[in-house]
Structures are given as structure tokens and as C-alpha cells.
């Protein structure tokens, strides 16, 4: 199951492991990707607090917590290349799995669907 | 008559062709001169310099010393100056034309302040004179004290702090000084959304958690969204004013009152006080500290050409804990107050070794006393005349971001620029074919692609006129689909688009010599 933020985070939920990134349309928005920050593992979130930092040639952002729960992994090879959050990312450019505490804060996220919608609706 | 056809031919001889097919056997461009490093066109055994051969010696460095190459590069001096030279006219500065970058405030930095700053009294003294025999130097430091609270309506100002983030440091930290002395714990710092990256950074770094307010859709702070983030947790409010969008936060004494209320402080971020230089006076605006950049709104040089200097004023409520050193007037005898004195002392200590950009200080108190009273009024009012001449000018081909007239720097969007296949990004560097420094982009985050122009009050209506001319004709060719000189920009520029990405991506800090 994948849901997604208004905030162009995408959450693959398997279980109680939930792997976070940003969308196609967040990456194409930030340009080209030249740091990414990650959490520590062990490190635990609230939903919606800060956790990591993403920056371009344009600007840095921070990336969301989407739930709140633990980080059990982090995506280590943003640090040595960037390049993957606007190369893939859906896919390699993941960012960081949490083990979700609260199943039910995902219950209003939006399906892929409605967030194509979403996007849409912005231009 | 003698008829001597042997001298020098003044015609123009035949037309050459626009562009050159060849290139010049010392790669150099006519008077546009090609310029390597000066690791790779100098080393250390063909200096200007002949040392003497220091013979037999022992040595004493316990076997430390260095057994390889120093790596460092010497050249005669006839070399070195040339090197700089060249390397100096490459350079694009306020002395060189039109400098729009909105928020930075590049404005003329009049060559009376140089010669007041070079004045021996000033230029050669050193901090740890006795203070006796820097009574003048200290009595200028209180005049230009005294200039900032009048035109801030302030009661007390702190002179040392370096530059517009230390400011902003020295006046986060007072608040924060002035919460413990009260034992409050409040732990938040609200930014609004369009603010300069330094303020949420300046509140991180004083262990403050930031939480940022939305702004509305006329690009200003949304008053309700604020008042209703202000709880018991907020320690203080940084706004902008005139805002990065180039507004003026008309709402400004509500927002403080709003503040007060719920019993935070109040920081203005003063980059953008020239748009407001003796029109109004920040402590009427219900302002607890903030700082000035010497070097955007009192003309002296930045941007590669001169430190910074971020004083900070602040209100009665913070008077207290300002930082040491100031000068103070015992019995006639200008001291500098340089010690906490034990607890009964609130001052929050000391931010700089010294005192601060003595340089600076001269420099802005010349541009002060040059104008007066009447002429700072009068170049705020000509930042502005001169920021909406340029608004009105461009905004029926590019698109205005707000309704309505700004204060001292017009924002723009990319909205113009859709369909074109032409970016912000590209615009800019078209703008340096023109001869011009680009504009600020993608600066305030609140638009998409912006475009931050300040013009400052520096130019006359001839330079804004030709400025319009280029934005207006590129900004034609883009919609119109001439997006060759765009993509490929910039063309005249002693190199040609650089890699942005990967030089932030695998910046190579260092030179690495040849092997």
C-alpha cells in the first residue's frame, strides 16, 4: 500500500514498516539534488516534525516525519549521491523506514490516485 | 608639399566577420585575457625574491622539519600585480554598473567615506591603545550611536556585532537573556514563511525550535495565523520589514501588540531599512531589537569588497542585556565599558573580541552626515521611486508577483516565462550577456521562480532606462521563442554556463597539483 502527503511525501506501507521519500513532482520542483541530510537510527519522531533536509541548487527544504515512530533504517547512499532523489525518486531515492507507532495516522492520507489529483489541481 | 604615405592608416580597413573562426595562439581574447591559477603559472624557486644561501646550520626542529615541497607559488612582482590585475577586471561590482540583487541593497559606496576611513587618526590606531588616546575614535563611535537610535527611535544600540546574521544572533540571544532573567522557558521562535534563511538559522543556533507562520495571498504576514501560533511557549517573533517581497507590513503594530500580549519579543530584521530610513522609526512600531546592515543601508562596501557591520538597537524592555563593549561618557572622558560586573549586571557578555568594524563605523557616519536628516529621507524615498519606476516599467511583459506598488525592490515570478521552455535560471544568465549582474532568483520561497530586483537610489533614470531595455527585450524573445540565447547563456562571459550541480555536489575545495 502507498499513500501520500500533501506536504510530496510518498509512504510504502509494509506492515508496520513504513519506507518514506518525496514524490517525482517534489524533485522536479527542488532541481537537481546536491545534500540530503538523514536521521539517526533509534532517533523518534512526532508526526510532522523535521527529519531530515533535503537541498538543491535551489534551496533546502526539510522532509517531514509523516507519522510518528521510530527510524529503523536510513537510505545511506543519498549521502554519497544526491542524484538518486531526482534519478528515482519513488524508488532508490528513499530517505528513511520508520516503524510506525499509530497505524491510524495514515487513515486520511491520500491514495495514488487522489494524489495525481492533488498535483493537478496546484498548476 | 612632401607626401609621406608611411604613416599609420586611420580607415577601419575591411569589416571582419562577427565572430572569429580562430583562436589566438595565447588564448587570450583581445584585452579579454585568459588567467590560470597562480599555483600553475608560479612556484617557489622563481620568485621576485633571491635569498641567500644560509649556509651550514643546525637544526633545531628535533627532526620535524618539513621534507617535501611547500607548494607555495611565487612569481616576480611584475607577474603577481599582473596577475591580480587581470584577475580584478574579470570582476563584475557596484563601481562597475547596475547591481540589482534584491535583499542585498548594492547601492554607491561614495568615495567620501573612503577618505574620511583613511584618515590616520582612524585608519592607524590599534584596540588595546589606552583608551586616552582614542578619545576621537570613541566620540565617533557615539555619534554614529546616537544617528542609529535617532533614526530607529530606540534607546539603546550595540555597535559590535559583524554582520546582519550576527546581529540577528546578538538580538535572539538578548531575548534569550531577558526570558531567563524573568526564569521564563519559553522554547519556540516564529519565522514567517517569506523570511531570510538566517532568522530560523539564528533561532536554531540559539537552541530555540522554529515554527513557521503562512503568509497571505497579498504577500504579507497573515496577522491571524500569527496570533493564533503565540502561546506561552513562543519566546519571540522575526518579521522582515519591509518584507522579502518587498511590502511593507502595514500591519505591523498590531502584529506587535500581538506579541506583547502574549508576553514575547519582537525582532525586526532590518535588512531592508533603507526603504524606510527616516520615514518611520522602528520604535513606533512597537519593535523590541533589531539590526541594521551598515553595509546594505549606510553604503559601505560588501559583497567580496569590505567586512560587514550589523549593529543592533533595542528597546527599553531590552536595553538592559545588550552586549558589552559601548562606549560610555564618564566625567567628559569616553570609556569603553568592557566588564560584567558580577551578578547585578544583565548585559548578555560579549560577542566580539573588540568592538567591532571601526572601518565601517567612519564610513556610514560619513554617509550619514554627508546626507543629513533630510538626504537619508530623501534616498529612501528615491530607493523606492526608483524600485517602482522599474515595477511599472516591466510588469505588462513579466509577471508582477503582488498588486499594487512595492517599497524598495520589485519581485516578479516565472509565471511570464510558462510554456517557454526559458527558466528563471536562464533569464538571469541572459542577463549577464547584457552586461548586467542578475538579479536575485528563486529568493523569497513564497513565488515560484522569483525574480528579486532592488535597484537602489544610486542610479539615475539612464541606467534604470537601459536595465529596462534588456529585461524588456528578453523578456520578449522568451515568449516569443527565441530560446537559443537563453539556453546557452551566458555567451560574452569570460566563461560559458558552469556546472552548479556538481560543484555542489563534489566541490573541489583545494588545488590539487598536477602529478
Known amino acids: 500500500m502507498i499513500k501520500f502527503t500533501e506536504e510530496h511525501e510518498w509512504l510504502l506501507v509494509d506492515g508496520d514498516t513504513v519506507t518514506v521519500g518525496i514524490t517525482d513532482y517534489a524533485q522536479k520542483a527542488l532541481g537537481d539534488v546536491v545534500f540530503v541530510e538523514l536521521p539517526e537510527v533509534g532517533a523518534s519522531f512526532g508526526k510532522d516534525e523535521d527529519a531530515a533536509v533535503v537541498e538543491s541548487v535551489k534551496a533546502a527544504s526539510d522532509v517531514f516525519a509523516p507519522i510518528s515512530g521510530e527510524i529503523m533504517d536510513v537510505n ?36 495514488e490516485t487522489g494524489y495525481n489529483d492533488f498535483v493537478a489541481g496546484l498548476e | ?43 617557489a624557486e622563481s620568485s621576485g625574491v633571491d635569498v641567500p644561501d644560509c649556509g651550514d646550520f643546525d637544526m633545531a626542529l628535533g627532526g620535524l622539519q618539513r621534507s617535501g615541497k611547500m607548494g607555495i607559488p611565487g612569481l616576480p612582482e611584475p607577474d603577481a600585480v599582473r596577475h591580480y590585475t587581470r584577475l580584478s577586471r574579470k570582476n563584475y561590482g557596484i563601481d562597475m554598473g547596475l547591481f540589482p540583487l534584491g535583499s542585498c541593497t548594492m547601492k554607491h559606496n561614495p568615495r567620501l567615506n573612503e577618505k574620511m576611513a583613511r584618515l590616520p587618526g582612524f585608519a592607524d590606531i590599534h584596540p588595546l591603545q589606552p583608551v586616552s588616546s582614542v578619545q576621537g575614535a570613541l566620540a565617533l563611535m557615539e555619534e554614529l550611536s546616537h544617528w542609529i537610535m ?47 534563511g538566517t532568522n530560523p538559522a539564528t533561532a536554531t543556533f540559539c537552541g530555540y525550535s522554529v515554527k513557521s507562520i ?35 507590513e502595514h500591519e505591523i503594530r498590531d502584529i ?21 530610513m527616516g520615514k518611520a522609526r522602528p520604535g513606533d512600531l512597537g519593535v523590541d531589537a533589531m539590526h541594521l546592515n551598515l553595509h546594505k543601508t549606510f553604503s559601505t562596501p560588501h559583497g567580496g569588497g569590505g567586512p560587514g557591520s550589523g549593529p543592533v538597537v533595542f528597546s527599553a524592555a531590552l536595553a538592559d542585556h545588550a552586549p558589552i563593549p559601548y562606549v560610555m561618557d564618564v566625567g567628559g572622558a569616553l570609556t569603553m565599558k568592557e566588564w560584567k560586573d558580577g551578578e547585578a549586571d544583565s548585559t548578555l557578555g560579549r560577542m566580539t573580541a573588540f568592538h567591532g568594524q571601526m572601518g565601517m563605523y567612519v ?40 498588486d499594487g506598488p512595492c517599497m524598495h525592490e520589485a519581485l516578479f515570478d516565472d509565471r511570464f516565462l510558462k510554456d517557454t521552455g526559458v527558466t528563471t535560471l536562464d533569464f538571469a544568465k541572459a542577463m549577464i550577456d547584457e552586461g548586467f549582474h542578475p538579479m536575485t532568483m528563486y529568493f523569497p520561497l513564497v513565488v ?14 539612464g541606467n534604470l532606462d537601459q536595465f529596462i531595455r534588456s529585461m524588456r527585450g528578453l523578456a520578449l524573445e522568451a515568449k516569443a ?27 573541489i575545495l583545494r588545488y590539487i597539483p598536477p602529478e
Not at chain 2, 569589416?15 to 584585452?31: N, Q, R, V
Not at chain 2, 546557452?488 to 566541490?507: H, I, N, S, V
Open chain 2, 481 to 507: 521563442g527565441k530560446v537559443e540565447r537563453f539556453k546557452g547563456a551566458p555567451f560574452y562571459a569570460p566563461l560559458r554556463r558552469l556546472d552548479e550541480t556538481q560543484a555542489a555536489r563534489k566541490p
Open chain 1, 76 to 111: 545511506g547512499a543519498l549521502e554519497d549521491d544526491p542524484s538518486l532523489v531526482n534519478s528515482a525518486a519513488m524508488d532508490a531515492g528513499w530517505f528513511f523506514k520508520m516503524k510506525a507507532s499509530d497505524m491510524s495516522e495514515m487513515d486520511a492520507m491520500m491514495d
Open chain 2, 150 to 196: 535617532t533614526l530607529t527611535g530606540m534607546p539603546a544600540v550595540a555597535l559590535s556585532p559583524k554582520a546582519g546574521a550576527h546581529g540577528e544572533l546578538c538580538g535572539i540571544m538578548a531575548i534569550r537573556t531577558a526570558l531567563e532573567a524573568r526564569g521564563d522557558a519559553r522554547q519556540v521562535i516564529l519565522v514567517p514563511d517569506s523570511a531570510h
Open chain 2, 214 to 248: 503562512p503568509g497571505k495571498a497579498d504577500g504579507r504576514v497573515d496577522l491571524e495565523a500569527l496570533k493564533s501560533a503565540l502561546d506561552d511557549t513562543v519566546a519571540g517573533v522575526m518579521i522582515t520589514n519591509p518584507n522579502t517581497c518587498g511590502l511593507f
Open chain 2, 1 to 43: 608639399m612632401s607626401m609621406n604615405n608611411q604613416g599609420r592608416p586611420t580607415d577601419t580597413g575591411e569589416t571582419a566577420p562577427i565572430t572569429p573562426d580562430f583562436e589566438s595562439y595565447s588564448g587570450h581574447k583581445g584585452l579579454r585575457l585568459a588567467e590560470p591559477l597562480i599555483h600553475e603559472i608560479g612556484n
Open chain 2, 448 to 461: 515560484q521562480g522569483a525574480m528579486l530586483i532592488e535597484p537602489t537610489e544610486s542610479e539615475s533614470k
Open chain 2, 363 to 402: 564610513r556610514a557616519l560619513s554617509y550619514m552626515l554627508s546626507h543629513g536628516s533630510d538626504g537619508l529621507k530623501q534616498a529612501a524615498e528615491d530607493a523606492v521611486l526608483s524600485a517602482n519606476y522599474l515595477l511599472a516599467s516591466l510588469k505588462d511583459v513579466m509577471s508582477a508577483s503582488f
Open chain 2, 256 to 276: 506587535a501588540d500581538a506579541i506583547h500580549d502574549a508576553g514575547a519579543f519582537f525582532y525586526c530584521d532590518g535588512a531592508n531599512f533603507t526603504a524606510i
